[in-house]
């Protein structure tokens, strides 16, 4: 039986290896001559060749007008691409047949999917967990397993390409626009996470996109609402921020998308975003890290590129710089006629935007979309909640949790004697106490609002003074779970005590929260699940009810207390 299941492994694995070396290399593939591309070149003028580095937004939750709207623009400027955002899987689902049913060539469907479709559909699809709690999972398999799944839900979409993952090494807690997207601050760690998300995606068929080269995770300023300066020397971006770009590339990334922050190291030029940058899009990630995948611009309806660059002119710029794909334009219609303005006036050399051109051609074609048939919507749901997935989401949740505190008390947690479960931050009895609640022979859940008064938190203080053991749980309830928990002062205060009382605490929220709770460090057990959410819940609840072990290392300090790479 042993030799049956080994050959089983064994076969299983072949067969992924086989599946992967069917489909060509992507970046040998685009950089090649191929028959298609050039018959689909030639029968594009000089405005159509120009529109297939032009991505445009669409969402499906904002009306059929608005719907309508684009693809009456996609089928006017004859675009290269869209960009899904907000919406249902069905009306996606649609609304991908009505816009390449339009297209005069096959478009490139992306979307934003780091921790999968649940990014965008987050009501009807599977949110696998956040990168920071990926970033805690020692086994890698894992994730390569996930980035597997994922490609299968955008590719049962209708999509073609994941703006994932994000490889920035999120060194600064008080990043506000990175932070739980990263999977961390070791840029080791950072490397490996992402590679191997990345290559389970690129295995199963869809085109990927590092982001955000080359790298946002030590800024303190959102480029959605304005320009962060990284003032870091050349050598330390190098060894540090490029870090996982660079082995990533090595490892056949198909696509990097590069931001918008001024880095006068790498580029002097007064407020010139990198996005804008010849130096850093051209130099260095394309000539000194060898680069010849997909270059995509961050979202160009950014004010961190508009800022300074306005009327078009930061679309002109941006393929000046070396970008081959330019995402979400103010004004596509007006950049494309600007852009031919500027190849007249020779800041863009025409034979080199050609040749972009067919990258992007030849992207389509690697993706099969000379081949291009509508999606099905029969079955949709299902198939986007699968079974497989649903178990491995809740694997990777299990194999997240990390211990920081209390090994041997945890284990002396009673199942027979009175105790309180106490979930704060929190409206009603969460999955975690219903989990524990069903399992303690004598158990009572509480709950305390994080804006709770002090005669609230008194009458709690005062009911658990009866209880033999106090477990607690600590919620954020932000689909965003920020640096800083909304707790007031006196919740905050409250929770000091009760650590100070050797309470059990598990933490459903960002790591980087523990900062801003003095004296937690003092709880009998101190349990982290990253996020808040039912399979984290659940994850927590079997590491208490002793089903499985705590595997988790942290992936960020967050003070002196909880360093990287703390966990039992």
């Known amino acids: 039986m042993k030799k049956i299941i080994a050959f089983c492994f064994l076969f299983v694995i072949t067969c992924a290896s086989l599946k992967a070396q069917q489909r060509p290399n992507f970046v040998d593939f685009i950089n090649e001559q191929h028959d298609w591309v050039d018959s689909v070149y030639k029968k594009l003028n000089k405005r159509e060749r120009i529109a297939q580095l032009f991505m445009v937004r669409a969402h499906t939750n904002l009306g059929q007008a608005y719907i309508d709207s684009v693809a009456n623009v996609i089928k006017k400027e004859d675009l290269g691409g869209v960009v899904l955002f907000q919406g249902g899987p069905i009306r996606h689902?649609?609304?991908?047949?009505?816009?390449?049913?339009?297209?005069?060539?096959?478009?490139?469907?992306?979307?934003?999917?780091?921790?999968?479709?649940?990014?965008?559909?987050?009501?009807?699809t599977i949110s696998f967990p956040y990168q920071m709690a990926l970033g805690a999972i020692q086994n890698e398999d894992l994730l390569y397993k996930m980035g597997v799944e994922v490609a299968k839900d955008f590719k049962r979409l209708g999509l073609n390409i994941n703006f994932a993952p994000v490889v920035d090494v999120n060194n600064n807690p008080r990043n506000p626009v990175i932070n739980y997207r990263s999977f961390g601050e070791n840029k080791e760690n950072v490397a490996r996470k992402g590679?191997?998300?990345?290559?389970?995606?690129?295995?199963?068929?869809?085109?990927?996109?590092?982001?955000?080269?080359p790298g946002h995770g030590d800024t303190d300023v959102d480029s959605h609402y304005d320009l962060p300066k990284l003032t870091y020397s050349k050598s330390r971006l190098d060894s540090l921020e490029i870090y996982p770009f660079k082995k990533l590339i090595e490892a056949g990334a198909s696509g990097v998308m590069v931001a918008h922050m001024n880095i006068p190291s790498l580029d002097n030029t007064p407020n010139l975003p990198s996005s804008l940058s010849k130096n850093i899009v051209t130099d260095i990630l394309k000539n000194e890290l060898g680069f010849k995948g997909l270059v995509f611009t961050d979202a160009m309806d950014m004010n961190g590129v508009v800022k300074y660059f306005q009327d078009?002119?930061?679309?002109?710029?941006?393929?000046?710089?070396?970008?081959?794909?330019?995402?979400?334009?103010?004004?596509?219609?007006?950049?494309?006629?600007?852009?031919?303005?500027?190849?007249?006036?020779?800041?863009?050399?025409?034979?080199?935007l050609a040749a972009r051109v067919k990258k992007v051609l030849a992207a389509k074609y690697w993706l099969e979309l000379d081949k291009l048939t509508p999606?099905?919507?029969?079955?949709?749901?299902?198939?986007?909640?699968?079974?497989?997935?649903?178990?491995?989401n809740q694997e990777l949740a299990d194999n997240a949790v990390t211990l920081l505190k209390g090994k041997k008390e945890l284990q002396q947690i009673s199942f027979?004697?009175?105790?309180a479960i106490l979930s704060i931050g929190t409206t009603s009895i969460s999955t975690f106490q219903q989990i524990l609640g069903e399992r303690f022979d004598n158990a009572?859940?509480?709950?305390?609002?994080?804006?709770?008064?002090?005669?609230?938190?008194?009458?709690?203080?005062?009911a658990l003074r009866s209880y033999e053991q106090v477990i607690i749980a600590l919620h954020d309830e932000r689909l965003r779970p920020g640096s800083v928990l909304k707790y007031n002062s006196s919740v905050n205060l409250f929770i000091s005590g009760l650590a100070s009382q050797k309470s059990h605490i598990v933490l459903f929220a960002n790591p980087y929260t523990l900062?801003?709770?003095?004296?937690?460090?003092?709880?009998?057990?101190?349990?982290?699940?990253?996020?808040?959410?039912?399979?984290?819940?659940?994850?927590?609840?079997?590491?208490?009810?002793r089903e499985i072990e705590a595997k988790g290392k942290l992936p960020v300090t967050v003070n002196s207390f909880f360093k990287y790479g703390d966990g039992f």
């Open 375 to 392: 999606v099905q919507t029969q079955g949709l749901y299902a198939d986007l909640n699968r079974n497989f997935a649903k178990q491995l």
């Open 515 to 545: 900062a801003s709770l003095p004296g937690i460090e003092n709880s009998s057990s101190l349990l982290v699940t990253y996020q808040n959410d039912e399979i984290m819940q659940r994850a927590a609840a079997k590491v208490i009810l």
């Open 312 to 352: 078009g002119e930061a679309d002109v710029r941006a393929v000046i710089a070396g970008n081959d794909i330019l995402e979400l334009s103010q004004n596509s219609k007006r950049a494309n006629k600007m852009i031919r303005k500027a190849i007249r006036k020779k800041r863009i050399d025409k034979e080199e």
């Open 195 to 213: 590679a191997a998300y990345m290559r389970g995606m690129m295995d199963e068929g869809i085109i990927i996109s590092l982001k955000h080269f």
């Open 93 to 124: 689902a649609n609304l991908v047949n009505q816009y390449q049913s339009v297209a005069k060539v096959p478009l490139l469907m992306a979307l934003d999917g780091e921790w999968g479709l649940g990014m965008r559909l987050p009501d009807s």
């Open 416 to 419: 027979t004697k009175k105790t």
């Open 444 to 462: 009572l859940s509480f709950i305390l609002s994080p804006t709770a008064t002090a005669d609230e938190i008194a009458k709690v203080s005062s």
